[in-house]
């Protein structure tokens, strides 16, 4: 049965999808949440930061490195290679960009706790088997 035709019910119907209509015209439906992100400083022993592609030192280089002092911002959060930093050791990387895979060791960035200042990325990564570093570098992470 379709709807009776009651005046009542016929206004309901015809508020609601008036209602649903300003929705979508004034942005409110569909919209993305809101992101918490965190931020912090690239806190180094004076060497520049790697931003690598990954949570670990054995992804590739996704951008050009960081100077000592920089501001970052993070979006999220990805459990990976531990790494020891100015302030202690961590296995936490920060996603410093919101839409390219682009992290950074979250112990050699400053945010004033060791605990993530945002949260977990979408994706679940399972630690790697083996987190040697490959090698001396002149750049940490």
Known sequence: MIFARSPLRWRTVRAAAVTAVAAVLAGTIGAP???????GQVATDGRNLNVRS????????????LANGTRVTVYCVRWGESIDGLYG?????????????????DALVYTGTMEPVAPRCGKRVLRPLDERRAGARSSVG
């Open 33 to 39: 949440p809101a992101l918490a992100v965190g931020s």
């Open 54 to 65: 990954g949570p670990g030192t054995h992804y590739g280089f996704a951008a050009a490195p």
């Open 89 to 105: 050791r961590s296995s936490w990387w920060d996603k410093i960009d919101r839409y390219a895979e682009k992290y950074v060791a």
